[in-house]
RNA sequence: GGAGAAGUGGCAGAGCGGUUGAAUGCAUCGGUCUUGAAAACCGACGUACUCGAAAGGGUAUCGGGGGUUCGAAUCCCUCCUUCUCCGCCA
């Protein structure tokens, strides 16, 4: 999420990023009605303590009087205390009722984008930030989309996870499993080798862990939950290892951060079925590496940069045609402010297939998971990066 | 699952109803001293919100939430976590 003082500081600022993303003047009014709220806000703060401090104070002087032995003096100065608490109830309550209003509509409030990013509405109005020069690869006539190709060398049998989970878990075996685990081995070990530190966290998160990383409340219905625990199956590897980081104040020499994960990711993807689903396009689990980095803000977009240079890397030692999308405004996710996508041209399917992003979320996300560093006496928000690799959900072993 | 003990600032560790945002020690930062360093000494040292041009105030915060009280780190309820013992263990 945005910061109040972002917002109010930057009011001209935020409403053409908006405009990017193609709000139109009435949403527009989303960010006035956020500072007025918050001026209303203010106005009961400066009132409830006011009151607070009075109610200190008499009760302090209480305590004296007991001590002194004047009773009577303190049992009059105990009824002004009591005729105090009732306004401070009231404005408790108002106070409490601004600063949901204010959160509510804090979280709707998406991140700004970077002026790099290209107005549009869709993704077909994404940028292709880098061609693919080469030829693309082309099969013949009787070439086998992945599916078929898995059934005829036995890498992996959707029906086989019907039967033991339901549809969407796909179960993968022989050299389609070994393929699998070699490309997670792949991308942790280039990772590892380029400063990453690896990290296995755990699978399931708590209510806190998923609120932090705004799972919650806007995408609950897509995550698996486990009611009699309370604990949610991850939905990416993001959730648990950006959580290591809730609530925390860095020191600027703990820059950079960067950190690896390879987990399961679990999504019930509510909605979606058809053709453009079918094999393994789209399924409730899949591997996912992740790499995050957490940098200091005037070092953010260099590290994206390098991320950028990482994931080509992989693509490159792998041989698959690629190329690299700089998102437009409408396609551009809520909470990042700049995105790359990296896709790879599916010759059986003859379409190019997301295999990656790269983003930079600035302080969006580190706003809401409380992450800050000190820089003298301050706190600020720190840059938060991430990118991360489906294996499994491409198009790899077509291609 | 059952029984018991405990959770205080970066760490260690006092406090167990009133002037305690919290003694003390360590760590950290700034300074004096020193050729340099160490030691010693002096000072600073959480976070969030808020008032103020600033200086400087105010409010909240002692695992989370709720309650009792004029007043709670201290009493009560509840949840979470950690430790010990017993049970269970695909």
Same mark, same amino acid.
């Not at 990023?17 to 949403?27: E, M």
């Not at 389609?176 to 280039?190: C, T, Y």
């Not at 990290?199 to 009611?227: F, W």
């Not at 706003?367 to 928000?381: A, S």
């Given at each position: 999420m945005l910061q109040l003082n972002f917002i109010r500081e930057n009011r001209e600022q935020v409403l053409q990023?908006?405009?990017?993303?193609?709000?139109?003047?009435?949403?527009l009014s989303i960010i006035d009605e956020i500072i007025a709220l918050d001026n209303e806000r203010k106005k009961t703060q400066l009132g409830l303590d006011t009151i607070k401090n009075e109610s200190n104070q008499l009760s302090k002087e209480i305590g004296v009087l007991m001590k002194q032995g004047k009773k009577e003096e303190a049992d009059t100065q105990r009824a002004r205390v009591n005729d105090l608490k009732e306004d401070t109830k009231n404005l408790e309550g108002q106070l409490d009722q601004a600063e949901k209003s204010l959160e509510s509509l804090l979280l709707q409030l998406p991140n700004i984008p970077h002026i790099s990013v290209p107005k549009g509405k869709s993704e077909a109005d994404n940028e292709v930030f880098k061609a693919w020069s080469q030829q693309l690869p082309e099969l013949g006539e009787n070439a086998l989309p992945h599916w078929e190709l898995a059934k005829k060398y036995n890498l992996f049998d959707l029906e086989l996870g019907v039967k033991i989970t339901g549809s969407?878990?796909? *179960?993968?075996?022989?050299?389609? !499993? %070994?393929?699998?685990?070699? /490309?997670?081995?792949?991308?942790?070990?280039?990772?590892t080798n380029a400063g990453y530190e690896e990290?296995?966290?755990?699978? *399931?998160?708590?209510?806190?862990? !998923? %609120?932090?990383?705004?799972? /919650?409340?806007?995408?609950?219905?897509?995550?698996?939950?486990?009611?009699k625990d309370d604990l949610y199956l991850i939905p990416t590897a993001e959730v648990p290892v950006t959580n290591i980081y809730r609530d925390v104040i860095l020191e600027e020499r703990d820059f950079p951060i960067k950190l690896t994960a390879y987990t399961p990711?679990?999504?019930?993807?509510?909605?979606?079925?058809?053709?453009h689903v079918r094999g393994l396009n789209r399924v409730h689990q899949f591997d996912k590496i992740e790499i995050v980095r957490i940098e200091h803000p005037e070092k953010s977009y260099e590290a994206l940069n390098e991320m950028l240079d990482h994931v080509s890397g992989l693509l490159e030692k792998l041989e698959l045609p690629y190329r690299i999308l700089r998102l437009c405004g409408g396609d551009l996710g809520f909470t990042s402010a700049l995105t790359f996508d990296f896709e790879v041209f599916s010759a059986a399917q003859k379409r190019w297939l997301e295999v990656s992003s790269v983003s930079n979320f600035e302080t969006y996300q580190t706003?809401?998971?409380?992450?800050?560093?000190?820089?003298?006496?301050?706190?600020?928000?720190t840059h938060f990066e991430r990118k991360c690799f489906s294996v499994g959900k491409n198009c790899s072993l077509a291609a």
């Open positions: 990023g908006l405009k990017v993303r193609n709000y139109d003047t009435a949403a969407g878990f796909p *179960l993968y075996r022989g050299k389609g !499993a %070994r393929l699998q685990r070699a /490309l997670i081995n792949f991308f942790l070990d280039e990772a990290i296995q966290p755990p699978h *399931l998160v708590n209510e806190a862990s !998923a %609120r932090a990383t705004g799972q /919650l409340p806007d995408k609950e219905g897509q995550m698996y939950h486990a009611t990711c679990f999504r019930r993807e509510a909605g979606s079925y058809g053709a706003n809401r998971l409380k992450l800050r560093f000190r820089e003298g006496k301050k706190c600020f928000g």
